[in-house]
């Protein structure tokens, strides 16, 4: 029971946090997190946690979780104000610098903040600049595929 309740959980942490399309996707996901579960014991997992797909507003449906659908409609609200309010971005070890519109960098330091990514510790902002601290072992180019991941507008 204890095993059910982990992968549970985690099959939770992976809608929340990855776009996953299908359940092929989510097996993968839960492979990598360790997992050997069938496509039957998946959909009864599915089905339990009220799992449903939403559309993703551009191409196609994601799972979402019970509630999902105003948490992404939020995070789109942080989205918006990411890209009104960035101009460039760069790193150097594990820290990244944003640099932003005059006044804009508490926003995009916020927006960077609510969207919960797993691989920043914390932000620090000024006035049009800002600093991202990585977590250890995560690196500029990692960050920036997991933004672009969340953010596809984003200019190289």
């Keep these: 029971m204890k095993e059910r309740l982990t992968r549970l959980k985690t099959i939770r942490k992976l809608i929340k946090n990855y776009r996953i399309e299908s359940q092929d996707s989510l097996l993968a996901y839960l492979e990598k997190e360790g997992y050997e579960v069938t496509q039957a014991t998946l959909s009864r997992d599915l089905k339990l946690l009220k799992v449903g797909k939403v559309s993703d507003g551009n191409s196609g449906y994601v799972y979402s979780l019970p509630g999902e659908e105003e948490r992404q409609e ?16 760069d790193w150097s070890g594990n820290i990244v610098v944003i640099k932003t519109f005059p006044g804009h960098a508490n926003t995009v330091s916020s927006a960077l903040d609510n969207m919960n990514m797993d691989e920043i510790l914390g932000t620090v902002a000024g006035d049009n600049c800002l600093f991202a601290c990585l977590r250890q072992g995560v690196s500029g180019e990692q960050f920036m595929t997991e933004l672009k991941r969340r953010i596809p507008e984003i200019e190289d």
């Design 74 to 89: 939020s995070e789109q609200i942080y989205v918006q104000d990411f890209l009104r309010g960035y101009v460039s971005i």
